[in-house]
Nanobody, 126 residues
Framework: VQLQASGGGLVQAGGSLRLSCAAS????????TGWFRQAPGKEREFVAA????????YYADSKKGRFTITRDNARNTVYLQMNSLKPEDTAVYSC????????????????????WGQGTQVTVSS
């Protein structure tokens, strides 16, 4: 499975971006998907996750109410809508996926994800 993250860019504080994570390859499997980000000089951190059914989502505390994760399984794509962006949201955002037999399962832990995309840069100017 290959993951391609896209949709990053430069935006002013308060603006919005929608990231996409497109899967190709063995997409007939059911994948739970997560978004992570890494800012310069910092460790990669969890942002949001969604079960393969889309019925369960989870967000890091600081993203609740601003970020929304959704998926379109017909398009093999997971989205991360980011609103009210702040300069501290500047980072490389990566998506990750792992096969799950549980329609409600997700994980916030990087070690639980087997497939990773290459990341897309998000820069928020003040």
């Amino acid at each position: 499975v290959q993951l391609q993250a896209s949709g990053g860019g430069l935006v002013q504080a308060g603006g919005s971006l929608r990231l996409s994570c497109a899967a190709s390859g063995r997409t007939s499997s059911r994948f739970a998907t997560g978004w992570f980000r890494q800012a310069p000089g910092k460790e990669r951190e969890f942002v949001a996750a969604i079960s393969w059914s889309g019925g369960t989502t989870y967000y890091a505390d600081s993203k609740k109410g601003r970020f929304t994760i959704t998926r379109d399984n017909a398009r093999n794509t997971v989205y991360l809508q980011m609103n009210s962006l702040k300069p501290e949201d500047t980072a490389v955002y990566s998506c990750a996926a792992t096969v799950s037999g549980d329609s409600s399962w997700y994980s916030t832990a990087q070690r639980d994800y087997y497939y990773w995309g290459q990341g897309t840069q998000v820069t928020v100017s003040s």
